[in-house]
């Protein structure tokens, strides 16, 4: 499997219901990144958790990070057609090149 | 500026030619990183620049591929001889400044399509 890999690779809920995608990795990370796309176009940052970090909140989003199992979860509460998107986590390998996976790609069906 | 902007948007060619892509980052970002993305799938680094520094170019996949950042502002891309499976989103972002712990700021992305 390759560094920053998602899954699911897809993933249909009903509006209202709670996402949860999730993330493994190869390597010792600093931090790990995640990051929405929308409509194939640029990605938007979220949220960012330090390896430090057990667990870390942003509005409606909350994230995990277990180092021992090289893996983050991405939890999205109370979810709205407007969070249909691909969901990406992102980490560093060999200095400074992020390595994004290949995405879960989320649909909410209102 | 408001964001990372990208020009064009959308780039029809014919196989052989050559293409020109720009990326205008955010102002004061000192780094600058490009990206493939095919449809459906991940991110595929192509090439960094920081500052002043040689940039990383391990993620060019063959010698067709160039970019350049001029004054450490605007970045172009250059494609020579495109091929069909050149086809993609090339996405540029940039951050206030290297390492892990920067976001990145995406533009929206050139769509290039190779007939």
């Known amino acids: 499997s390759q560094q920053g890999e998602e899954d699911p690779q897809a993933l249909s809920i009903q509006e209202g219901e709670n996402a949860t995608m999730n993330c493994s990795y190869k390597?010792?990370?600093?931090?790990l990144q995640w990051y929405r796309q929308n409509s194939g176009r640029g990605l938007v940052h979220l949220i960012l958790i330090r390896s430090n970090e057990r667990e870390k909140h942003s509005g409606r989003l909350r994230v995990t990070l277990d180092t021992s199992k090289k893996s983050s979860s991405l939890l999205i509460t109370a979810s709205r057609a407007a969070d249909t998107a691909s969901y990406f986590c992102?980490?560093?390998?060999?200095?400074?090149?992020?390595?994004f996976g290949p995405g879960t790609r989320l649909s909410v069906l209102p | 500026g408001a964001g990372v902007s990208q020009s064009p948007s959308n780039k029809v060619t014919e196989k052989g030619k050559d293409v020109e892509l720009r990326c205008d980052p955010i102002?004061?970002?000192?780094?600058l990183y490009w990206y493939r993305q095919s449809l459906g799938q991940g991110l595929e680094f192509l090439i960094y620049?920081?500052?002043?520094?040689?940039?990383?170019k391990s993620g060019l996949p063959s010698d067709r591929f160039s970019a350049e950042r001029t004054g450490g502002s605007v970045s172009t891309l250059t494609i020579q001889r495109t091929q069909q499976e050149d086809s993609a989103v090339y996405l540029c972002a940039s951050s206030l400044a290297s390492g892990e712990y920067n976001e990145q700021f995406f533009g929206p992305g050139t769509r290039l399509t190779v007939l």
């Open positions: 620049f920081q500052g002043n520094s040689a940039p990383d």
């Open positions: 102002s004061g970002h000192t780094a």
């Open positions: 992102a980490t560093i390998l060999y200095g400074q090149n992020f390595v």
């Open positions: 390597t010792s990370i600093n931090n």
